[in-house]
């Protein structure tokens, strides 16, 4: 059974960093994209990019690039979004998705992980 | 980048009615289109990919059509666990972009 597997709810400080991970089982992890979707309380999702476990190749959204860092340990089959100096406006649940090729709809999703950036 | 304009923003519908949501690219995609269902407080499900191709273990009541750059999602039948907010995502290149969701109630 396909799996992606979110780490858990995190509640941090502006200013602070932050990394999360989405681990993926079930499956040839290297031979699929990770892509990451931010959904802000009450909006709707955004796409921030997306990783190729097999080359560790990184594709950012415009909107996020600079902002995050995606990355992968294909050893351990787990993706990675991580923040260097958090902002409020950071709060928001993040979803890792996997897709076959670049150009794929997301088939399998993480459960999803709380970040709560508040002072 | 090409934007996707969703619309409805939302909708109610009664049990058995036909409910049909469109999404709009700003350019051509092909057919590199595919449609989500976000269940309240659930993570995104695919419904269908390549425009109109229902992904495995997706009720039938469930189509989708491109016409151009417009697409649609249409159920045919609605039913209360269809309840839900939907969302439109284009993935010929990136970034694979999002429209902004149609909440479905009944």
């Known amino acids: 059974e396909v799996q992606l597997v979110q780490s858990g709810a995190e509640l941090k400080k502006p200013g602070e960093s932050l990394k999360i991970s989405c681990n993926g089982s079930?499956?040839?992890?290297?031979?699929?994209?990770i892509a990451w979707v931010r959904q802000v309380p009450g909006k709707g999702l955004e796409w921030m990019g997306m990783?190729?476990?097999?080359?560790?190749?990184?594709t950012y959204s415009p909107s996020f690039q600079g902002q995050v860092t995606i990355s992968v340990d294909k050893s351990i089959n787990t993706a990675y979004l991580q923040w260097r100096s958090l902002k409020a406006s950071d709060t928001a649940m993040y979803y890792c998705?996997?897709?076959?090729?670049?150009?794929?709809?997301?088939?399998?999703w993480g459960q999803g992980t709380l970040v709560t950036v508040s002072s | 980048d090409i934007q996707m304009t969703q619309s409805p923003s939302s909708l109610s519908a009664s049990v058995g009615e036909r409910v049909t949501i469109t999404c709009r690219a700003s350019?051509?995609?092909?057919?590199?289109l595919a449609w989500y269902q976000q269940r309240p407080g659930k993570a995104p499900k695919l419904l269908i990919y390549?425009?109109?191709t229902l992904q495995s273990g997706v009720p039938s009541r469930f189509g989708g059509r491109r016409s151009g750059t417009d697409f649609t999602l249409t159920i045919s039948s609605l039913q209360p666990e269809d309840v839900a907010t939907y969302y439109c995502q284009k993935y010929d290149s990136a970034p694979l972009t999002f429209g902004g969701g149609t909440k479905v109630e009944i």
């Open positions: 079930g499956y040839t992890f290297p031979y699929f994209w």
């Open positions: 390549e425009a109109s």
């Open positions: 990783i190729y476990p097999g080359d560790s190749g990184t």
């Open positions: 998705a996997r897709h076959l090729k670049s150009d794929a709809a997301h088939d399998y």
């Open positions: 350019q051509g995609i092909s057919n590199y």
